[in-house]
């Protein structure tokens, strides 16, 4: 019942902010959110690195969230987008190395500290950027998206408890299952053919397949967060969603399936494989 009573309440102020306010809004708007999630996995793998200075993550997710997607909207020069994208690997590697050297953190922790900065910041800003280009392009886009990851998401809870017999991932994410997986896969298809319906007027195989690829890549992105907590003997990122424990354990599907979600619809336009156009 949680679980039903904060999608109730979550679900219609998302999509007011996705549809009432400007891009600039929804950008901060998601940049809140997956800042949040931010928090809470660096939460997660503190233990891992507990002296590092790991905080420097909340500064650089935005600010690459912003790189990318001034790189990616069009708007930008060549010698700017070169400047923008090449930003990224020089911060994650010569910038986070210098940082780590001048902080003297442990000796025992610089690999991990590596690894939880290098991974978190394309792992949080890639999201930001995505939901904001999806939006630049059309917020019924974001929508798509939206009812793929939580159509599916839902599915896979409710077939899975009531169903599930055979597990998924036993030693990662005990109560997942394959009958859940298949429920979700299936939910966020129908979803993506009635959007494809009623948005372009045709079941667009393009559209269809792209969306496929998203449904398969938001379960992955749930399984990556579990194996995170996993790794350190944690459950849930937190408690702030009643029903579905913190801000990164209800984001973790739309991590991973904004961006390749933005990529397969990239992809089709630069192969001229669908009527939709970006």
Do not use: N
């Amino acid at each position: 019942m949680q679980r039903l009573l904060t999608a109730a309440v979550a679900t219609p102020v998302a999509l007011a902010a996705l549809f009432l306010l400007p891009p600039w809004g929804w950008f901060l708007v998601a940049a809140a959110v997956i800042e949040w999630a931010a928090v809470e996995y660096l939460h997660v793998v503190r233990p891992r690195a507990p002296k590092a200075p790991l905080a420097i993550l909340l500064v650089l997710v935005p600010l690459a969230a912003i790189a990318i997607g001034a790189a990616l909207s069009g708007g930008a020069s060549i010698p700017q987008v070169r400047l923008l994208l090449l930003s990224g690997p020089l911060v994650i590697s010569v910038a986070i190395g210098t940082l780590l050297l001048l902080s003297r953190t442990p000796l025992e922790e610089t690999l991990p500290a590596l690894g939880i900065l290098s991974f978190g910041i394309p792992y949080f800003a890639l999201p930001i950027a995505s939901l904001y280009l999806l939006r630049v392009a059309d917020p019924w886009l974001v929508f798509l998206l939206m009812a793929i990851v939580w159509l599916g998401d839902s599915a896979a809870y409710y077939v899975g408890s009531k169903f599930g017999r055979h597990k998924l991932a036993p030693v990662i994410s005990p109560k997942k299952s394959w009958e859940g997986a298949a429920a979700s896969f299936a939910i966020a298809m129908v979803a993506a053919g009635v959007w494809s319906w009623f948005r372009l007027g045709s079941l667009d195989p393009g559209i269809l397949a792209v969306s496929a690829v998203t449904a398969v890549t938001a379960q992955i992105g749930d399984l990556v967060e579990s194996m995170i907590k996993r790794g350190v003997g944690i459950k849930d990122s937190g408690s702030v969603l009643p029903g579905h424990g913190g801000m990164l354990d209800r984001m973790d599907a739309m991590i991973f399936a904004a961006p390749v979600l933005l990529f397969g619809l990239w992809l089709l336009e630069s192969l001229g494989a669908s009527s939709r156009s970006l």
